[in-house]
């Protein structure tokens, strides 16, 4: 109870109030940037002259498999201040000229952080969305293009309307993971 007790106390530890910032930071940044990528992605998959639908369902779900040992320890070597790629990259294209220190900085933490949510929980939000896309009835996308509505249409106006309750359930289980 004490730990509670000091948490609360703003005046003795006003940190509290910035990590709730930070989360809230995240939150509303990473949950809906998450869910509009994979609605893309499964816009795309769901075509049907996509080619190797297979390489891409493997490729978009890899992250979900990896331990969350292997993910730090990849992203630590991907953003580190000295040696990082990440670095060496911008560096190589000319778009930086000294070190970025990524995991020093508070925007820089925020912004690899929010990247690393949004790359571990992807590919299970593809999997769900590309499931529920599936059992979208063949009618209802049928009489959309009847009336006119192109692929574009079609899928933002019927398509993800139609899959509702995986959106919420996709949007509790991203909220209660950031």
């Excluded at 940190?15 to 930071?25: E, H, K, V, Y």
């Excluded at 891409?56 to 890899?62: A, N, P, T």
Aim: proline share 3%; glycine share 8%; net charge positive.
């Amino acid at each position: 109870i004490d730990n509670y007790i000091k948490m609360f106390n703003f005046a003795e530890d006003p940190r509290f109030l910035q990590t709730l910032g930070n989360t809230a930071i995240l939150v509303v940044t990473t949950v809906p940037t998450g869910i509009i990528l994979a609605l893309v992605l499964c816009y795309f998959i769901q075509q049907k002259a996509i080619k190797h639908k297979q390489i891409f369902r493997i490729l978009y779900y890899l992250p979900a498999l990896m331990t969350p040992v292997a993910v730090g320890l990849l992203w630590s070597i991907l953003f580190d201040y000295e040696n990082g790629t990440i670095n060496q990259i911008l560096k190589a294209l000319g778009l930086i000229k000294e070190n970025i220190y990524w995991l020093g900085s508070g925007a820089g933490c925020r912004f690899v952080l929010g990247f690393l949510i949004v790359w571990s929980s992807f590919g299970s939000t593809v999997l769900f969305l590309s499931s529920a896309l599936t059992g979208v009835s063949d009618d209802v996308i049928e009489a959309a293009k009847i009336d006119g509505a192109g692929p574009v249409r079609t899928y933002i106006k019927i398509c993800v309307p139609c899959i509702k309750d995986v959106m919420v359930f996709i949007i509790i289980t991203a909220l209660i993971g950031s």
